[in-house]
């Protein structure tokens, strides 16, 4: 009983936040690095998926039902930033397709017309 | 018998939390290292099935069915046409410089290193899993059709904003096809002039 007991993992919060953490550094990266808009856009994507994996586990390990209600907030929170996120690449695509019309590029470096 | 019932269930939620978990991170890694874009939008895919998989985990099923739905059926599909739409060649390349390779690295290793340290350090009360309500699909259905209606409904009117305002933006290009009929510089060829 005890050998079974010991090689027991319980997956707890910090199992997920270290995960999200690490999604939201990569999507971090991915802004920085990739000179594509539209790489530039998977990588806002990846930092919004590592905060709704936040804000999920957040809500399943809290306590905050009351009087017998489950706590929904982090779920509800997290379909409003899923619903943000497919506005938000809607519009970005139009952007960059313009974008795409006029320069015949998608590099972002090549988007210098308003520099002074 | 209720204790061994138990432990195995434990560690098959062990099992499956490091399934995804390593899915949604090693697919989240290539995405940062691929170098082509439509290789990215392949590892975007799995990153975005393995939190979807999480979601599972979580008790958060209809989240997790959102995600699948709405991120891995809709919004890759944009952004894959918007690959497609956007480049000559679709596996054409744009190399980052070296020092912006050792800048995101640096930010990067500090950010997480930060984030990890301050995790283990904040003491958070000891979670217990949050499992009292039967029906979470319920209760998520009232909560947004009650207490969070104004959101839900200025959220449908922003959709309804995007959707006349992406059609709006996207259909400028037609102008320029004129402009070479009609033997006229095109708005883009006087773009790069003044640049």
New interface residues.
Partial sequence: ?NV??I?????????????G??????????I????????I???V??VL?AA??NL??F???????TH?????NG??F???V??????E???A??????F?????T??VERA??LKG | MDAINSITNANAEAVLFYAFAGMAAISALLLVLSRNIVRTAVCLLFTLMGVAGLYFLLHAEFLAAVQLVVYAGGTLILIIFGVMLTSKSPFSKFEPKPGEVAIALVVGTVLFAALVLALHSFPFPAAEPNLEGKYPLLALGQALLGDYLIPFEIASVLLLVVMIGAAYLAKGRRHEAEDLKLGRTPASKTMRQWS
């Fill in positions: 009983m079974l007991a090689t027991v993992t319980t997956i707890g919060l910090h199992h997920y936040l270290v995960l953490a690490f999604l939201f550094v990569c999507g971090l990266m991915t920085l690095l990739k000179r594509n808009a539209i790489g856009l998977m990588g994507e990846l998926n709704n994996v999920v586990a809500n399943y390990f809290s306590y905050a039902g017998g209600e489950p706590a929904l779920q509800i997290a379909v409003f899923i619903v943000l996120a497919a506005a690449a809607a519009v695509l139009a952007i960059f397709l313009n795409y019309n006029n320069f015949t998608i590099d210098s017309n």
